[in-house]
Each structure stands twice: as C-alpha cells, then as structure tokens.
C-alpha cells in the first residue's frame, strides 16, 4: 500500500525519516534536498585503473568534494540527502529524481530503492550529467528528488532485513561509504 500524507507524517513524527520539514511533506512522497559532501570521478592516476573491474566489487577513483558542485558535462558524482532514514521492517521506498532537474540534464542512476530495515543513514545519489554543452550547479539544499513509500502487508522478519544483512547501515555520508572516511 502506497502511503500518502497523513501517513508520511506519522512516519516522519515518528524518527523514521529525520530532518524533514512539514513543506517537504507531499500527497504522496517526500521532497528530499541535497547535502554537503560529494565524490566526484577522478582521471585514473594509474594506467591499470581506467578499468574498473566489476565481477571485483571495483570501483573507479573517487576524491571527496564539499559545497556548491558544478557537473561538467558528462561527469559522475556521488551525492547525498540531508535527510536520515530509520525504516520499519514494514516499510519499503523508492527514490526519483525531481522531473525539473531531469529535463535539465540531470540523471539519477536507478539505485534508489530502500529496503525495509535500512537505519542510520542518509541516501546516496548516484547523478550525472547527460547534457553535451552546459555544465549543471549542484547547490546543497536543494530539493533534488522525492522519495515515496510502500507499506508490506506484515513486517520482513528481522533476519531477512536489511537492518541485519544490509552493509549501508548507519553511514553518514558518501565519503563513508566508499570507504574514504
């Protein structure tokens, strides 16, 4: 079951989603904004390294950026909320890409989706820019997507979760998880 306003502020009263003002608060999703720190996609300083092996959980060079972003065209960052998610077993989301900031050459790779569970950490954003000629500003707070949420039919139990199996538990940022912090 999709769940709308009254429900999405009892989620957000009650800490599963924190640093949520009542304006962000829609018919059925949740604005989030942009935080502060960011990992941008570095030339590879060693020849071997323009490979990114991905049967190795391989990832490319990444070097940590903090305030107003400019994405040259084509160029990959990582980003984050602000806001901090504590899901219940029984709730799941899904992250989108506000449609404004799409139609102006932003792109979010479809790896938005929270698992029941999932506690203690901010969202991260995986965003490009997929324009040819104009580079995109990235200004911290700003909204730059909606989040909606499903509530299962009964809660995922506890071992299954991704409060048990889930290795993007309790990170604060972006730089923590890739492991640069």
Not at 102 to 122: I, N, T
Not at 157 to 166: I, K, N, T, V
Request: negative net charge.
């Amino acid at each position: 079951m999709l769940l709308t306003y009254n429900e999405l502020c009892e989620l957000v009263e009650s800490g599963a989603i924190q640093g949520v003002e009542p304006d962000q608060i829609n018919g059925a999703s949740i604005d989030l904004t942009l935080g502060d720190e960011f990992l941008f996609e570095e030339i590879p300083k060693i020849r071997d390294r323009y490979c990114v092996e991905l049967i190795q959980k391989q990832t490319p060079e990444m070097s940590p950026y903090t305030g107003r972003m400019f994405l040259y065209p084509g160029q990959f960052c990582l980003a984050q909320t602000r806001e901090k998610f504590n899901l219940p077993l029984d709730i799941a989301g899904h992250y989108m890409l506000k449609s404004s900031l799409a139609r102006s050459g932003l792109q979010h790779l479809f790896a938005g989706f929270a698992d029941p569970g999932w506690h203690g950490s901010v969202l991260t954003l995986e965003l490009i820019n997929h324009l040819r000629y104009h580079t995109l500003v990235l200004e911290p707070g700003m909204k730059i997507g909606q989040m909606v949420f499903w509530r299962g039919s009964s809660p995922v139990p506890f071992e299954r979760s991704y409060a048990a199996r889930g290795q993007y538990n309790k990170l604060g940022s972006v730089a923590q998880s890739k492991g640069l912090r």
